[in-house]
């Protein structure tokens, strides 16, 4: 069962910046798509950006132009950069690999937490 990490969280002020990573303990070569979920205090999760084989990307609209999603297959890592954070960014971030709406390639990973806040 691959293991799912991600790191970079942290307390950022509006308008700034963070880099999140994710890295798989298997190879995600072979995954058609993973994407980024957050899932704020109360919340359902929801899907913040998701990313092909063929590097094709989608995002939530709410973070459209601020968020971009990499993947490197050689590292087997999924990388998030958000710019021009927003209090409402606050969230657990994950990554994981949809298999639909409702399932999902491999477990859940313990997130991380990004605040954004004055």
């Known amino acids: 069962q691959v293991q799912l990490v991600e790191s970079g969280g942290g307390l950022a002020q509006p308008g700034g910046s963070l880099r999140l990573s994710c890295a798989a303990s298997?190879?995600?070569?072979?995954?058609?798509?993973m994407g980024w979920y957050r899932q704020a205090p109360g919340k359902e999760r929801e899907l913040v950006a998701s990313?092909?084989?063929?590097?094709?990307?989608k995002y939530l609209d709410s973070v459209k132009g601020r968020f971009t999603i990499f993947r490197d297959n050689s590292k087997n890592t999924v990388t998030l950069q958000m710019n021009s954070l927003k209090p409402e960014d606050t969230a657990v971030y994950y990554c994981?690999?949809?298999?639909?709406?409702?399932?999902?390639?491999?477990?859940w990973g313990l997130g991380t937490q990004v605040t954004v806040s004055t």
């Open positions: 994981n690999a949809p298999i639909d709406a409702v399932s999902f390639v491999w477990s």
């Open positions: 298997g190879s995600i070569r072979d995954i058609y798509v």
């Open positions: 990313i092909t084989g063929g590097s094709g990307t």
